[in-house]
């Protein structure tokens, strides 16, 4: 089983800005990364570090840190940002692990 | 960085698999390669790396004694074998690099489905 949860589900109206979160003791220590993922595609890392995103993820995506918390924000959701989200980071082991993964839909 | 996988598998419950992913832009001994997997509507599923420089690969203890990971520099391809198959290792099967500095997998290849049937 993860020792990282994500609720299983988010809703967000198109425009609006919604969060999605990832909790276990690791993110004290570790790394924390997120993934989107498209129905049938592979995933693709939206932030990476403290608040790094990849050259071809839009600005409107962002991370932060706090604890045991990780968060992952979408400020003006697009409905092409709707997609399953993972994050992951280490497990107690320094395994990589994912979160049970949220689905966000942009209604 | 480009990783391209093998096609799609069906096996039979008890065969083994292996996985191919090239890698083509770099050579694989400046990557660190892992494998991850997912079930059907399920979610993502660490299940271990190769990392040369580092000798002997790491395999997630669900996995242990069943999966072995290669790599052939010739060729720049990754492997990852999966013995003993059960129905539950139905799922899609993706390499992905790890970006090391931060810990995060930034290159995924566009993943092998598996199927095991009985």
């Known amino acids: 089983s993860s020792e990282l949860t994500q609720d299983p589900a988010v809703s967000v109206a198109l425009g609006q800005t919604v969060r999605i979160t990832c909790q276990g003791d690791s993110l004290r220590s570790y790394y924390v990364s997120w993934y989107q993922q498209r129905p049938g595609q592979a995933p693709v890392l939206v932030i990476f570090g403290k608040n790094n995103r990849p050259s071809a993820i839009p600005d409107r995506f962002s991370g932060s840190n706090s604890g045991n918390t990780a968060s992952l924000t979408i400020t003006g959701a697009q409905a092409e940002d709707e997609a399953d989200y993972y994050c992951s980071s280490r497990d107690s082991s320094s395994n990589h692990v994912f979160g049970t993964g949220t689905k966000v839909t942009v209604l | 960085v480009p990783l391209v996988q093998s096609g799609a598998e069906v096996k039979m419950r008890g065969a083994s698999v292996k996985v191919s992913c090239k890698v083509s832009?770099?050579?694989?001994?400046?990557?660190?390669m892992h494998w991850v997997r997912q079930a059907p509507g399920k979610g993502l599923e660490w299940m271990g790396r190769f990392d040369p420089k580092h000798g002997e690969p790491i395999y997630a203890q669900k996995f242990q004694g069943r999966v072995t990971m290669t790599e052939d520099t010739s060729t720049d391809t990754a492997y990852m074998e999966l013995s003993s198959l059960r129905s539950e290792d139905t799922a899609m099967y993706y390499c992905a690099t790890l970006l090391l500095a931060y810990d995060a997998f930034d290159i995924w290849g566009q993943g092998t489905m598996v199927t095991v049937s009985s």
């Open positions: 832009g770099y050579t694989l001994t400046e990557l660190a």
